[in-house]
């Protein structure tokens, strides 16, 4: 059997349809320089500034913008809580519970330096 360190935990945001933080695992709050209780209640826009365009959500679904450009590889500037700025590569998803909406965002540093904002 093959272990996994934490290492290989990819950063997880769990966000609300407006965006606030509701929770993060390890991986995130140490990818962004904060205590995991820290970043509850912030909007997720103080870590990636670009998320302040779009509203997450277009009635029931993700926004189809914000999918596109996670799903074709865009980086988006991110912002460590010492100030460092970082590219990450980010991906969204729904986990499809209507009485209770919940997104989760994972965050990982993009490989390569290119920003295209």
Do not use: W
Request: with cysteine.
């Amino acid at each position: 059997m093959i272990s996994i360190g934490a290492e290989a935990e990819p950063a997880a945001l769990m966000l609300d349809p407006v965006g606030m933080i509701r929770g993060c695992n390890g991986a995130a709050a140490a990818l962004f320089g904060y205590a995991n209780d820290e970043i509850s209640g912030v909007h997720v826009s103080k870590l990636l500034p670009r998320l302040a365009e779009f509203d997450l959500m277009c009635g029931e679904t993700i926004n189809p913008r914000l999918r596109f450009l996670c799903r074709s590889g865009e980086q988006f500037h991110a912002i460590r809580r010492d100030g460092a700025r970082f590219a990450g590569a980010v991906f969204v998803i729904d986990l499809g519970n209507p009485s209770q909406r919940c997104l989760h965002l994972i965050v990982r540093r993009a490989k390569s330096p290119g920003l295209a904002s």
